[in-house]
């Protein structure tokens, strides 16, 4: 008995502390950004276009990488727009790196995104893919 009682003090006082899920959230995208991107309506609609992001919750695939999300910095805002710095670890062709990517999701156009990489500091423009 006494292993029962052990168990069921952890899980009382864990449901009962208030700040107990907010401390051990897994780290995520927001909403806003999930979803299938491209550069413009063309390759929206090109099955096997090349440039095509998908972005889920805590991770990111392209044509021939995809990343798993360790950590993101969400909510840094201008009033018209949102950035999140994210850290991914990525993987493709054989190869892993790690890379910080700031997704800037703008609120006056819902349907566009842009993406810049820590490294080289390029950024890349995106529309969102419906259907």
Not at 48 to 71: C, K, P, Q
Not at 84 to 108: D, P
Not at 109 to 129: H, M, Q, T, V, Y
Request: with cysteine.
């Amino acid at each position: 008995m006494p292993t029962f009682a052990l168990v069921w003090l952890i899980l009382s006082t864990a449901a009962t502390e208030p700040n107990y899920a907010k401390r051990y959230e897994l780290p995520s995208l927001p909403q806003q950004i999930w979803g299938q991107w491209d550069h413009d309506l063309k390759s929206c609609r090109d099955k096997n276009s090349l440039t095509r992001l998908t972005v889920g919750i805590d991770w990111v695939a392209g044509y021939e990488y995809r990343g798993r999300l360790l950590f993101s910095l969400p909510g840094l805002t201008d009033g018209r727009s949102e950035a999140t710095v994210a850290k991914f670890v990525m993987g493709g062709e054989g190869s892993t790196w790690e890379t910080e990517l700031t997704f800037t999701y703008s609120n006056a156009r819902p349907n566009s995104l842009r993406i810049a990489a820590d490294k080289s500091g390029e950024e890349e423009s995106f529309i969102r893919c419906i259907g």
